[in-house]
């Protein structure tokens, strides 16, 4: 039996879907090359934006033309697993990923240790699922509950053993690491210490907890870049998503990590177009965005999603100017990232390769190369920057 998976959305759910492959092949499946060859297509949803939804419930309906088995996981609301119910074999969560014995007809029952995942060059290792942080436009916390922290052990193991099997970026995945039980600078500690040549980073993090510990750690660890999304550059506006911190604490954290970690690579998150978010605050998110100089951010036009509190508030800026807010902000990250890119003119450093003609800095920029081994490490010297990557041709 051959599958086929289709993944929407963030790390997260990219990461689950590594996994899910993983234990498909252990069980005895076999990947397929495209959806017309599969015999069992696995959609893993994400619910973030109704775009998103939409777009999956589309493809299934094509896929279901072709009469294959189909079965849905991921980040799914009550009210979407209603509509998908009639379109789809088979609804999992991913955390009950056993019962898709039901579908893939084995007696075997397998308990999986979060499932497995085979060794690449970067690999995800989730600490923790769900969020307790309910902000006003997010649906994770219905779709994938409450956080909960895997023993710091089991995360240890893991990671031990991929990096024996080769492993040589450790990404370790939460919805917000910092809220991560079992006290998170310690885990990154540990995880460093292991045995083997790998990099480590983490991702994702909350401000209102980004403590100085952590700072510390992430100094010791010689992590050398960091994503802390800021949502909006206004006070105002971070009041009514639900973020508990304001912009000067913000700055604050920044400048600190600044201190410590000179050189350090900066992205955020942002929402461009939130219910009630006027020009005037808008121009708060240009402000800060000048002033931090991120060298990457993910901009997001907002869209409102049924089941969460801004649902309920007027979507008050149009399209068109979400739009240009969107086009502003890019603008003014060409420019930092550009600034910040040009540093590295000239300079030998160490980069991983992850294509034959593409590797990645510690700082999780992209690079050309001339062509390499995959999964080396090697120093190279830099020849030219962009705002979107580097070249040493
Ligand atoms: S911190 Fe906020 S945006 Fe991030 S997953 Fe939790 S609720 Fe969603």
Redesign the pocket.
Known sequence: MRYFIITYGCQMNKSDSERLSSFLKDNGLSVASSIKEADLILVNICSVRQKAVDRAEAKIKEIKKLKKTICLTGCLLDKDRKRFEKIVDFIFKIKDVSDLHKVIKKKKKIIPDYFKIKPDQSNFIPIMTG?N???TY?V??YTRGREISRKPEEIIKEAEYLIKKGAKIIWLLG??VNSYEHNFPELLKKVYQLPGKFWLQFISS?PKDFSEELIKAMKRCRINYLNLPVQSGDDEILKKMNRPYNIKSYKEKIKKIKKEIPGIALSTDIIVGFPGEKRKHFENTKKLFKEIGYDMAYINKYSPREGTEANLLKDTVSPKEKKKRERELTAILAETALKNNKKYLGKTIEVLVIEKNIAVTKSNKKIKINPSEIGHFKKIKVTKACSWGLSSL
């Open positions: 969020c942080n309910f902000c997010c994770v916390p919805q917000n909350h």
